[in-house]
């Protein structure tokens, strides 16, 4: 009883939390997409970068990855960039992969692991948060800053 | 349950290869446990009566996607159902071939797409209600097909068109509005549905028709006899096949906050027993993270022909017969007509995970079936309220 009860505090907490921090998460810090390619000058627009993060292809050989639905600043993406709650987005991927169409973005644990993957993965992009430092061999083909 | 036995066997055995298969082997699956209630004693809805019933809706799946190489793959989906009128197996099995990022070949057996949710309609996670307005969604159509698809998608800067056409065939029986079964054919049966999607709008339009026969031996004996005695209109009237054609139309729109959806659907039916209809349903949405909350509106318009006068009473008591046999056939088809307004709440606690609850009351034609399965007709006042609480997981 008092494990379960523990657990759904937890539970609440953690959306307690998400709802409360995506305020702040928003009111901080911008985007940047960032990607392994070759080109320097390739700059997406807004709803380029939706369509990426959501399947549909932009005409490069993209591998889409993203960032835990725990990070703040995926919060702030799907808010900012996707415009959807992280509910709505996990029932479009579901919707996505059991009816064959498409599947959802690899996801990686933190920011280290996805600047990792960019460095070795040709053609790998990813949302991370404006602050990062990223290495001089990636790109940027998307910017927001802070609002 | 050999089914439930099989699937575990096959997740443990899976999920213990993980490493090694992962590259080749994409495996994944869902799972509702539902449990509802009528508040009504003289009828039953969707198999749910006056007593709280845990097996109407709860299902396992699990889906395997093989990758023979890079473009192509093979997809299976085994459901097990707690349901009596869904059968447990083998739900989809095809083919996929990817020679580019926008195109792509299905063959095989697959889900119909026919409305917005139908290829994901037991994956209770993809949408908000728990049961999708039954109006639309449970319209004496077949829910699956052998065939070969095609799907296309062209991506512009903001918005992006999906086309898919599809050509198959049907063999089995088909569960009417959950209180009859009938044995059913397809075959041609084809279709073209375009998805045009842009920032916060999705539009889905369709259009699918074929020759579908039922097998009602009855039926075609007794068109035979009034063939015999020469009404022959009256005979081709009562046919059990002929080509059948549904047209649909999705909306939805989405906004941080909330979300509007709508659909409508048409079916005109040369066959007797598939009347024409008209359903369609509006939804109204709030999100606030983690819960979301919707309110649903559903509304459907049955009609057959009209009843044939071609055969005189009065002239002998054969053709009497005649005539009262064919009235009796005209009393029996069944008015689907019904209303509903659900509201509902999902709460997504986990990311793979939802709790729901859904109450839906349901306003059904006076003297008519209206998706119910009556158990007192002289009692029962086609009005029932249904709720349903529901657990969902995709993993």
Sequence with gaps: MGVGLLRLLRFLCFSMLVL????????????????????????????????????????????????????LTRVTFNTKIIGLTEARIQSYWAQMRFSGR?????????????????????????????????????????????? | MRTVYLMVLLFFMISSHANEASKNFNFSGFSRVVVGTLDDKNASFEGYDNSISFSQ??????????????????????????????????????????????????????????????DVLDVGFAYPWISPPQQVYNAYLFDYLDGVSASYEYSAADFGIEFEAYIGEFDDTINVGNTSE????????????ILFKSDKLQIRASTHSGETEFEIPELDQFSSMLRLASFNQTADSLVSKGNARLNQLGVTYDELDYFLKAEWIGISSPILIVPNINSYYLTAGYNLFPFTFHATY?????????MLTEIPYGLSPQVDALAAGYSNIYNSLDDDSVKSLSIGVRWDFNISMALKAELTHLKGKQGERSFFNITNPEDFDRRANLVQVAWEWVF
Excluded: C
């Excluded at chain 1, 599947?103 to 996805?114: K, L």
């Excluded at chain 2, 009938?182 to 549905?193: D, H, I, R, V, Y």
């Excluded at chain 2, 559903?298 to 009209?306: K, L, Q, R, T």
């Design chain 1, 20 to 71: 409360f921090t995506s305020t702040i998460a928003m009111a901080e810090d911008g985007l940047i997409v960032v990607a392994n390619i070759k080109e320097s000058n390739v700059s997406l627009s807004k709803q380029q970068i939706r369509g990426l993060f959501m399947g549909s292809s932009v005409g490069y050989d993209f591998k889409v990855v993203t960032l835990p639905p725990s990070s």
């Design chain 1, 102 to 147: 498409k599947t959802e973005p690899r996801v990686f644990t933190n920011e280290d692991e996805i600047i990792d993957y960019l460095l070795n993965t040709e053609g790998a992009v990813a949302y991370l948060s404006a602050s990062t430092i990223i290495p001089k061999s990636l790109k940027v083909i998307y910017r927001i800053d802070s609002i």
């Design chain 2, 57 to 118: 809706r709860s299902l396992l799946a699990i889906q395997l996607e093989a990758n023979i190489s890079e473009k192509v793959s093979v997809t299976t989906q085994l459901l097990a159902h707690s349901s009596e009128t869904r059968d447990s197996g083998v739900e989809w099995l095809y083919l996929t071939y990817r020679p580019t990022k926008s195109i792509r070949f299905k063959a095989g057996r697959m889900r119909t797409p026919f409305f917005t949710y139908s």
């Design chain 2, 182 to 193: 009938e044995k059913a054919k397809a075959t041609n049966f084809s279709g073209l549905s």
């Design chain 2, 298 to 306: 559903a509304n459907n318009s049955v009609s057959y022909e009209d």
